[in-house]
């Protein structure tokens, strides 16, 4: 039989988990979704891509900049990089684009390529448009060298 010293971590253990659904159960769920989830709510309205004229400022240094252009239509499959065409060296010349990174032509093992680099073959898994549009939750990220 369990002697009362053995049962008392077992007893503040229960106490515990009872006073935390309690407090979980005072807290108002917050939940992005407006309709409740039986009903199909109205589609989320269009935001224009923002093209600042200057470009985007980084955040941080290693940020990958963000797309200052509309990229619909620019499909990147196993066989086509439509981003390519632009930004690989010579044709980015013809283009007025900026050549991808010299970082983008290096492999896993830091060999040097003249291609560029499976590893950053998918370029959107990176880099991103820009949308004009109110952020859905409020945010205090302050980059660094405000945080300064
Ligand atoms: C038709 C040519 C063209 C294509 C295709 C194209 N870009 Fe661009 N891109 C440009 C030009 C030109 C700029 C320079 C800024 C400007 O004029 O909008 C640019 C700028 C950028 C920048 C900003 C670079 C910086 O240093 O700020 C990124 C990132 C970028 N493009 C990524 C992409 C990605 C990803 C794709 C494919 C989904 C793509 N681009 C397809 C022409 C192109
Ligand atoms: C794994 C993340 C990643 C992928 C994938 C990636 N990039 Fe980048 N890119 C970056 C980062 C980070 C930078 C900035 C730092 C640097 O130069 O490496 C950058 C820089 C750039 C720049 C600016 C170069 C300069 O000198 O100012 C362009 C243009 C660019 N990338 C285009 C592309 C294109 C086009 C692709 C697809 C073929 C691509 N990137 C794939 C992370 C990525």
Not at 23 to 29: K, R, V
Not at 67 to 96: E, L, S
Request: aromatic share 8%; with cysteine.
């Amino acid at each position: 039989m369990a002697t009362p010293k053995l049962l008392l971590p077992v007893v503040a253990v229960l106490v515990a988990s009872v006073s935390l659904v309690a407090y979980g159960a005072a807290q108002e769920t917050k939940t992005l979704r407006e309709t409740p989830l039986t009903e199909s709510g109205a589609p989320p309205d269009l935001y224009k891509q923002s093209m600042p004229a200057e470009g985007f400022g980084r955040a941080y240094r290693q940020q990958p900049p963000l797309i200052p252009h509309k990229v619909d239509g620019y499909q990147v499959t196993v066989g086509n990089n439509a981003c390519m065409g632009c930004h690989d060296w010579p044709g980015n010349t013809r283009f007025n684009a900026p050549k991808i990174s010299e970082t983008h032509y290096v492999d896993r093992q830091g060999v040097r390529l003249d291609k560029v680099s499976g590893t950053r073959y998918f370029c959107q898994q990176c880099h991103v448009p820009q949308a004009d549009a109110k952020p859905l939750v409020g945010n205090s990220f302050r980059n660094a060298t405000q945080a300064n």
